[in-house]
């Protein structure tokens, strides 16, 4: 059994994931890092993260599932204790994004958007409260498109996250009091890659506190939720304020 304390992160190798794989690695944590198709960015990150800190031992290891097959989420959990023996902290942080407008959203994209938002992070939730140390903790990334409208070219994303909120609030009371479930859903702390700047500045417009976020933003909140031993069945947004305009 590991002394360390030991988190398993979906969608770990790019962008926010990334920034989230790192600060648990500062923290002396034992990484699982899931990634779906980004092997490249996924090791070099392990070998950097190892590297840096290898006078606390920190371990990485990679792990690559497509998560919309029902069966990856178990096996990421079983990954974790086989590396490390135990698990102590779950971050959920692999999504699927498609705009599309309403009239051309196929059914293959609403199960696969289904399958990774929603159905993934609920049976990643099951197979890890099996596995869990007590006084667990499972942080879910959720979108502040979940508590927002008018936004019809991502309404597969928005209704996933959206009942991504009724999850986490559900497995709260499930899952207490051995494990605290909470989420956060993130504004615009990263540009998409594609934005130009008259789009983010358009963007801006209603986001009271005129700026946009960091990748640090949302790590805080998350290392909020983990140390928050009294909060459970929270969602926290990090966002600017965009949410009190909308």
């Not at 009239?103 to 609920?122: D, M």
């Not at 998409?192 to 700047?197: I, L, Q, R, S």
């Amino acid at each position: 059994m590991s002394t360390s304390r030991v988190a398993l992160v979906t969608g770990g190798a790019r962008r926010l994931g990334a920034d989230i794989v790192r600060s648990l690695a500062a923290r002396g944590y034992h990484v699982l890092l899931h990634h779906g198709h980004s092997a490249e960015e996924a090791e070099s990150l392990a070998r950097e993260l190892e590297t840096t800190y290898a006078d606390a031992s920190v371990r990485v290891v990679v792990m690559q599932e497509d998560l919309a097959d029902a069966a990856a989420p178990a096996r990421l959990v079983d990954a974790a204790i086989a590396h490390f023996g135990a698990l102590d902290v779950v971050v959920s942080s692999a999504s699927v994004m498609t705009a599309v407008p309403m009239a051309q959203v196929t059914p293959e994209q609403w199960v696969q958007t289904e399958a990774v938002n929603l159905r993934a992070p609920f049976f990643l939730m099951q197979a890890a409260a099996r596995a869990m140390r007590d006084d667990g903790v499972i942080v879910q990334l959720s979108d502040h498109l979940a508590v927002e409208t008018g936004f019809p070219h991502l309404m597969p994303h928005q209704i996933t996250k959206s009942a991504l909120t009724q999850l986490v609030r559900a497995m709260a009371t499930t899952l207490a009091p051995r494990i605290r479930v909470n989420a956060v859903a993130p504004g615009f702390v990263l540009a998409p890659e594609h934005f130009g700047a008259s789009r983010v500045a358009a963007f801006l417009t209603d986001v009271p506190l005129a700026r946009v976020g960091s990748p640090a933003d949302v790590v805080h909140a998350i290392h909020y939720l983990i140390d928050a031993k009294y909060v459970t069945g929270e969602i926290v947004t990090v966002d600017g304020g965009r949410h009190l305009r909308r």
